[in-house]
C-alpha cells in the first residue's frame, strides 16, 4: 500500500527557515512525480514545488524560486523540501502527493493526485 507521511511543520518567524520531509513506503518511484503542496485556511491548494522520480528534474513555483529547494533521497526513500525566508503568506498546511503516473507535466494541478499525506502545517508570524 502506497503511503505518504510528512513532518517537520512548525512555527516560524517571517524570514526563517524550516525543512519539510515527506517519507515514502510501498513503492518506487523511479518516474513519478512527487509534489508538496500549500493549503493556507481557506484557500485552495496551491503546488509549490515537484520532483520526478530519480532526482534529476524539480519544479518550483514563481513565488518561492530561489527559496524553496526540493531534494529526492532514493536511499531514504524520502522527498524533502528546504524552506528559507518564509513569509507569513506562505502559512498554511503543507502536503506531499503522488499522481501515480510518469513525469511531472503540469504537476501543480492537485485534483490529478491520487495518494496524499496527512500534511504538517507551517506557521509563519510576522
Known amino acids: 500500500q502506497v503511503q505518504l507521511l510528512e513532518s517537520g511543520g512548525g512555527s516560524v518567524r517571517a524570514g526563517g527557515s524550516l525543512r519539510l520531509s515527506c517519507v515514502t513506503s510501498g513503492y518506487t518511484y523511479s518516474t513519478n512525480c512527487i509534489v508538496w503542496f500549500r493549503q493556507a485556511s481557506g484557500k485552495e491548494r496551491d503546488g509549490v514545488a515537484a520532483v520526478r522520480g530519480g532526482g534529476d528534474e524539480t519544479f518550483y513555483a514563481d513565488s518561492v524560486e530561489g527559496r524553496f529547494t526540493i531534494s529526492l533521497d532514493n536511499r531514504k526513500n524520502t522527498v524533502d523540501l528546504q524552506m528559507n525566508s518564509l513569509n507569513a503568506e506562505e502559512s498554511g498546511m503543507y502536503s506531499c502527493?503522488?499522481?501515480?503516473?510518469?513525469?511531472?507535466?503540469?504537476?501543480?494541478?492537485?485534483?490529478?493526485?491520487?495518494?496524499w499525506g496527512k500534511g504538517t502545517l507551517v506557521t509563519v508570524s510576522d
Open positions: 502527493a503522488d499522481r501515480q503516473t510518469s513525469g511531472c507535466f503540469e504537476w501543480g494541478r492537485a485534483n490529478d493526485m491520487v495518494v
